[in-house]
């Protein structure tokens, strides 16, 4: 997909507050350090437009992004950064008022395409990523599963990592598997396809 324009639309603190546009939404979950920002910035050929940070959990609100395609037939949609979870050394109260605010967003989100849920490829899904896939899951939310920062493993390495990671995910209906690279943009093609074919048939249901 071509892109026109990608900027910062809104963050938001609680769900009273979502756009009411009706346009098609991506959502981009996963732990704190897994790398969404570097992600989303890849995915828009933009270094800067997702905040990224050396400190877990500087995602702290859902941080929305207007994408307008090129090919003009596509409307525009946005991605959607959901605040990590894992690492981020906040208080319990904090990881509790994300964890609501997630929930509620999900749950409530009519336009929501699908999810894009990363997990590291080092290290496979580790017992939360799959909670929060089984419960994505049990809420019939389409997802595709992206391993984060494959350039760190070797061919022999991913091609391993791949097995491994579909054997734990064989019971859960997502949508794909991708090994993707902020750094060497390994996985962008297959992952714009998958994105693609979520907002179009969002939109087009709508």
């Not at 756009?19 to 790398?35: E, T």
């Not at 990881?95 to 336009?111: D, F, G, V």
């Not at 990592?161 to 949508?175: C, D, K, N, Q, S």
């Amino acid at each position: 997909m071509l892109i026109k324009q990608a900027e910062f639309s809104i963050s938001v603190a609680n769900v009273s507050q979502l756009p009411q546009d009706g346009l098609s939404q991506i959502a981009f979950c996963g732990r704190s350090n897994v790398g969404k920002s570097s992600l989303i910035n890849s995915l828009l050929n933009r270094r800067h437009l997702a905040k990224t940070s050396k400190t877990p959990g500087k995602t702290r609100l859902l941080n929305f992004f207007r994408i307008t395609p090129a090919d003009s037939p596509n409307r525009p949609f946005y991605f959607v950064d959901l605040p990590g979870y894992g690492y981020a050394k906040v208080s319990r109260d904090e990881r509790e008022q994300w964890r609501k605010l997630i929930e509620s967003y999900i749950k409530k989100t009519q336009p929501l395409g699908g999810v894009i849920a990363l997990i590291d490829s080092r290290h496979g899904p580790l017992e939360s990523d799959l909670e929060l896939l089984a419960w994505l899951a049990n809420l019939r939310q389409r997802v595709v599963v992206v391993a984060t920062k494959a350039d760190k493993l070797s061919n022999k390495q991913r091609a391993t990592r791949r097995r491994e990671i579909a054997t734990a995910l064989h019971h859960l209906p997502i949508l794909g598997l991708i090994f993707y690279s902020s750094m060497t943009v390994l996985g962008k093609k297959e992952l714009w396809q998958q994105i693609q074919e979520l907002a179009v048939r969002s939109n087009n249901t709508k």
